[in-house]
């Protein structure tokens, strides 16, 4: 049962461009939200993160929308660069709960110059 | 060091044998994850330990799997019997301390190659 789901495993977005990566959940104790990036070889790397309290975090490029009601987040990465070409993870915990992060199974982006 | 180092990088064992795979989280960092990635497959939690003490065992895939903390630092996940179905990248994180939305640092990962 997977509970975070992200159901492109890819996606090629021009440079300059806006890639819009998707993630949806299904438990609704889920209340905090995080985006990791992953470059090959290397552990993944925190990004951005949201509290189910807001339906939006900016924090420079990288934009997270929240839609609770849809149970569905996406981070937007505006323009995108050649180097954010990585494996993007979404992640979701629940507050209530064992304080484990449930991760979807990615998404490779290639941002093409 | 700065961040979560892991040991080894990489590691190729027979099948049906042990292999132990090392974690030296943030200094100061209480809380410590494990993690598994398959092939083509996401990030699969295995355990996590607050200080040395392990609350959520429940990502431990049978009893072949264990999981030690000690002095409330570094952390061994030792595979028995290895199968081949075990190879993945382990992936190691730490956090300040055990709560929900804290970052986690994730290590480099050790990728296990069981023949």
């Known amino acids: 049962d997977q509970q975070v789901k992200q159901n492109s495993p890819s996606l090629s977005v021009q440079e300059g461009r806006i890639s819009i990566l998707n993630c949806d959940y299904t438990n609704s104790m889920f209340d905090y939200f995080l985006w990791y990036k992953k470059y090959p070889a290397e552990g993944p790397t925190f990004l951005i993160s949201?509290?189910?309290?807001?339906d939006k975090n900016e924090d420079g490029r990288f934009t997270v929308f929240l839609n609770k009601s849809a149970k569905h987040l996406s981070l937007h990465i505006v323009p995108s660069q050649p180097g954010d070409s990585a494996v993007y993870f979404c992640a979701a915990s629940a507050t209530s709960g064992t304080y484990k992060y449930i991760f979807g199974t990615g998404t490779r982006l290639k941002v093409l110059a | 060091g700065a961040g979560v180092s892991q040991s080894p990088s990489n590691k190729v064992t027979e099948k049906g044998k042990d292999v132990e795979l090392r974690c030296d989280p943030i200094s100061g960092h209480t809380a410590l994850y494990w993690y598994r990635q398959s092939l083509g497959q996401g990030l699969e939690f295995l355990i996590y330990?607050?200080?040395?003490?392990?609350?959520?065992k429940s990502g431990l895939p049978s009893d072949r799997f264990s999981a030690e903390r000690t002095g409330g630092s570094v952390s061994t996940l030792t595979i028995q019997r290895t199968q081949q179905e075990d190879s993945a990248v382990y992936l190691c994180?730490?956090?300040?301390?055990?709560?929900?939305?804290?970052?986690?640092?994730f290590g480099p990962g050790t990728r296990l190659l069981v023949l």
């Open positions: 949201i509290s189910s309290i807001k």
């Open positions: 994180a730490s956090s300040l301390v055990v709560l929900a939305g804290e970052t986690q640092y």
């Open positions: 330990f607050q200080g040395n003490s392990a609350p959520d």
